[in-house]
């Protein structure tokens, strides 16, 4: 068994899609990124690379290349499941944002990561929270997701 930790964060601006763990939340502005820049799945697939102490995100998707330009960060997390050949055990993540409200798309959010890593949804913990306006998240400024995994 091995844990792994990961963690994103991205400027949320105008005219681009919210991503969040697989699905599009309705809202005016999104993340600015070199892919979708789905910062969840970017914290799950840092925190199994982590689990499997095989680097970063970023070593293995850089943020130059025209190859994950506006690319699916679900695809991220397929390849380095793949990759590591881990049997995920459990995920444990929290989303930091203030606007908008996710609970009501946290079962949603769920479905999708237990989807894509083929595991049951009962395996997967997603929370949100605000950051009570303080600092760039408060602001409304900025997203941050941070995932904990379990992996054998």
Do not use: C, W, Y
């Amino acid at each position: 068994m091995r844990v792994g930790f990961g963690n994103d964060i991205h400027r949320l601006v105008e005219g681009r899609p919210l991503m969040i763990g697989g699905i599009e939340i309705p809202f005016d502005k999104g993340e600015e990124a070199h892919s979708d820049g789905d910062v969840l799945l970017h914290a799950i697939t840092d925190a199994i690379l982590g689990a499997a102490a095989m680097g970063d995100i970023g070593q293995h998707f850089p943020d130059d290349s025209p190859l994950t330009k506006d690319a699916s960060s679900s695809s991220f997390l397929k390849n380095v499941q793949l990759m590591t050949g881990a049997r995920i055990i459990n995920i444990d993540s929290t989303i930091t944002l203030e606007k908008p409200k996710l609970a009501e798309h946290i079962p949603a959010i769920r479905k999708s990561i237990a989807d894509l890593l083929e595991i049951n949804i009962k395996q997967v913990s997603v929370k949100a929270k605000t950051a009570e306006g303080l600092g760039p998240i408060g602001e409304g400024k900025a997203i941050k997701a941070e995932a904990v995994v379990l992996i054998e």
